[in-house]
């Protein structure tokens, strides 16, 4: 079993910058993939962004290219999700998310409970 807590989540103005992390434990060796998500009232999930567990490989949702990043400290056990330039539509609650695979495609085996960020105008 993985277990994935997100933290970092807040309130910010638009223009500003944000880092969320995912904290993994368990069995994290298992772990291919690691992932973003977002979620806005009334709207679908969104990807957000993936990486390999191992660093290296990395892939955006087109309406994050160039702003966000994401990243991994495996000595840490941890993913991060560095946000800049915000703005308001980047408002969400943001999941992290940890596949036993090597696709950001999915299908996602572990989630976390989700942190809150929301963009002032």
């Known amino acids: 079993q993985v277990q994935l807590v997100e933290s970092g989540g807040g309130l910010v103005e638009t223009g500003g910058s944000l880092r969320l992390s995912c904290a993994a434990s368990?069995?994290?060796?298992?772990?291919?993939?690691m992932s973003w998500f977002r979620q806005a009232p009334g709207e679908e999930r969104q990807f957000v962004a993936a990486v390999l567990w191992s660093g290296g490989s990395t892939y955006y949702g087109d309406s994050v290219k160039g702003r966000f990043a994401i990243s991994t400290d495996n000595a840490k056990n941890t993913v991060y999700l560095q946000m800049n330039s915000l703005k308001p539509e980047d408002a969400a609650v943001y999941y992290c998310?940890?596949?036993?695979?090597?696709?950001?495609?999915?299908?996602?085996?572990?989630w976390g409970q989700g942190t809150q960020v929301t963009v002032s105008s």
């Open positions: 998310a940890a596949a036993l695979h090597y696709s950001w495609i999915g299908p996602y085996d572990y």
């Open positions: 368990g069995r994290t060796s298992s772990i291919g993939t």
